[in-house]
């Protein structure tokens, strides 16, 4: 009974089997999910990252959740 589902991501640790499993359990439900990227001030202050760095980082997150998602798109698809 709700219209989507926050993922929030630690983007210091990045993509876990937790994440993972939150985006499927959001597949399975038909409810729409929407990422949040948190401790994003963490990559400059704790990791000592460049701009450049910390942008490419964050770009790598977010393919690895559409990755997660396409894969459970495919499998959608096989099954039919």
Known sequence: LCDG????????????????????????????PCLVLNKIDRLITDLMMEASEAYTHLVRIIEQVNATCAMFHSEQVMEE
């Open 5 to 32: 589902a926050l993922v929030l991501v630690d983007v210091v640790e990045g993509v876990r089997t937790q994440t993972i499993a939150v985006l499927r359990q959001a597949w399975v439900e038909r409810v729409q």
